[in-house]
């Protein structure tokens, strides 16, 4: 049996919203490690991040979780929203 789950087109945009919120923090820290980035997606859902040196690069997610966001990036990498420096510091490490 199927169920059909009512979004609402405000909630919708809410979501897309604090996910760019989300998304846009990281790539401020990102950036201020000396990786480049770039939004992508449909209503930039998806953040790339690139290491021009090595030329690596991944691609994170911010998604609902729990009570919570968190970011989720290719390889399995997965943290909460709130360590967002932290994060950045693992991309550092990944795309070195």
Known sequence: M????AVSVVGA?????????H?????YEAEARG?????AGPEESVLGVANA????QVMVVATP???????????GGIADV?????????LLQLLA
């Open 2 to 5: 199927r169920r059909l789950v």
């Open 82 to 90: 709130a360590d967002v420096a932290r994060v950045a510091d693992r």
């Open 53 to 56: 040196t090595t030329r690596r």
């Open 35 to 39: 990786l480049r980035w770039r939004l």
């Open 65 to 75: 979780s729990g009570e919570g966001w968190s970011y989720l990036w290719s390889g």
């Open 13 to 21: 945009q809410e979501i897309a919203e604090v996910r760019r919120h």
């Open 23 to 27: 998304l846009a923090a990281l790539a």
